[in-house]
């Protein structure tokens, strides 16, 4: 069974420009999750979506968006890029988002790093 | 707000030696709790989850937790490392009740680095 794939793997972009990243969750998981890993604030949750929908958000200012696919494929936008953006971001999926079935924990993929200069 | 704290930001030990790697978390609420383990360049690999039941948990490759609820701790062990277990572990908690959706807690980490 395939797991999480995340691409690209790198980006490099330069401060003021936007950045699109894409995540395949395993096949069968209808959730799918976003977090910002630096050294600094280390793992930070962004949103997590569920059937399309937005069901739970982390404390990002707007110019982090996201969105899922009928497929449950999900993207994650960044606008008017930072420095501070900076990061390795992390998809995760899973059957059904909640914690409370032994069936259901988050996996994760390899990450995009991005590097804004 | 829960909150994770991971006592140790390194733990340095040698080859077949035992390990305990310490977590506490603070939360007005029910639990969830996990640990995973980050190879370098990889992501988040699930080690262990306490969800209910038994406090004594068993997780991939030898390790295992403890949750004690009224230390509010939930520390991993393995009793041998390799070489290969070098890497960063952490400590995550998710809120019970079921709406916190995709949305874990994690700590700052522990690098784990075993010498030979």
């Known amino acids: 069974k395939a797991g999480v794939t995340q691409t690209p793997r790198y980006l490099i972009k330069t401060r003021g420009q936007q950045v699109t990243l894409s995540c395949s969750p395993i096949s069968g998981h209808r959730s799918v999750s976003w977090y910002q890993q630096t050294p600094g604030q280390g793992l930070q949750f962004l949103f997590e979506?569920?059937?399309?929908?937005?069901?739970n958000k982390g404390n990002f200012p707007g110019r982090f968006s996201g969105r899922q696919f009928s497929n449950s494929r999900s993207e994650m936008n960044v606008s008017t890029l930072e420095l501070g953006d900076s990061a390795l971001y992390l998809c995760a999926s899973s059957r059904t988002g909640g914690f409370s079935s032994y069936n259901s924990p988050l996996h994760f993929g390899n990450g995009t790093r991005l590097t804004v200069t | 707000a829960q909150s994770v704290t991971q006592l140790d930001s390194q733990v340095p030990v040698f080859e077949e030696a035992p390990v305990e790697l310490r977590c506490n978390y603070s939360?007005?609420?029910?639990?969830?709790l996990f640990w995973y383990v980050q190879y370098p360049n990889q992501g988040l690999q699930l080690l262990l989850k306490y969800l209910s039941g038994s406090t004594l948990v068993k997780g991939i490759n030898g390790f295992e937790a403890e949750f004690n609820k009224s230390q509010t701790s939930f520390h991993l062990r393995k009793p041998s490392v390799h070489i290969s277990d070098t890497a960063e572990y952490f400590c995550?908690?998710?809120?019970?009740?079921?709406?916190?959706?995709?949305?874990?807690?994690f700590g700052q980490g522990t690098i784990l680095t075993v010498h030979p």
């Open positions: 979506y569920f059937s399309e929908t937005q069901r």
């Open positions: 939360s007005s609420v029910s639990v969830y």
């Open positions: 995550a908690v998710s809120e019970g009740g079921g709406t916190s959706y995709g949305k874990l807690t």
